[in-house]
């Protein structure tokens, strides 16, 4: 069946440094990719999307390209913040349903 | 626009009793899914609505989890009896159509502990 792999966390970080969260998936039709963050004490919320291959899904500083060749789909940011704390997690739908990986927790450190 | 309702928020049993959560999916919305969190987890899907039929339950403990989604709207979800590793977050999500890449939103949550 379908399935999401993520980079294991946790990933601390210093203010203003790079960031990448690996995400790979396995899926045997062509589905819509996801990143959701659950900041501490909220719900999950999307934070961005990519429908087909190419496609690249940005929000808030974060982007992340949907690759079919690699099957991957990455977050990464230029400069996070102590307020990107948070748990992310990649998701996919497809035809039958929408999955998710482990999660990837991140702290931004001042 | 009002966003996915849950209730109750927290609920705390013992173990070998029933409890029931409550969901309103956001207006319009055909899918609605069941996920169970548990703590450091991913969610996990339990159950996934088209309108009021079930398109995939293939990872609900059937022995002791029932959901119905009535009318296509509101749904519930049931556990009975409840087991300790049962204990987790139960969070419903609703899509307008999930095959055009829609994305779903995600209610609060029910904190589920089982005692």
């Known amino acids: 069946g379908d399935s999401v792999t993520q980079m294991e966390g946790p990933v601390t970080l210093s203010e203003e440094a790079f960031l990448t969260i690996n995400c790979t998936y396995t899926a045997t039709g062509y589905p819509s990719l996801f990143w959701y963050v659950q900041y501490p004490g909220e719900g999950l919320q999307l934070l961005l999307k990519a429908t087909k291959a190419d496609d690249k899904g940005s929000n808030k500083g974060f982007e992340a390209t949907y690759r079919k060749e690699t099957t991957s789909f990455h977050l990464e940011k230029g400069s996070v913040q102590v307020s990107d704390s948070a748990v992310y997690f990649c998701a996919l739908s497809d035809d039958n349903d929408m999955r998710f990986g482990a999660g990837t927790r991140l702290t931004v450190k001042p | 626009e009002a966003g996915v309702a849950q209730s109750p928020r927290y609920k705390i049993i013992e173990k070998r009793q029933s409890v029931a959560f409550w969901c309103n999916p956001i207006?319009?919305?055909?899918?609605l899914y069941w996920y169970q969190q548990i703590l450091g987890q991913g969610p996990k899907l339990l159950i996934q609505?088209?309108?009021?039929?079930?398109?995939?339950d293939s990872q609900l403990p059937k022995d002791r989890f029932s959901a119905e989604r009535l009318k296509g709207v509101d749904s519930t979800l049931k556990i009975q009896p409840a087991k300790l590793e049962d204990s987790a977050v139960y969070l419903c999500a609703s899509s307008l159509d999930p095959l055009t890449g829609a994305e779903a939103f995600f209610g609060q949550g029910t904190r589920l502990t089982v005692v």
């Open positions: 207006s319009g919305h055909a899918t």
């Open positions: 609505f088209q309108n009021n039929g079930v398109v995939d």
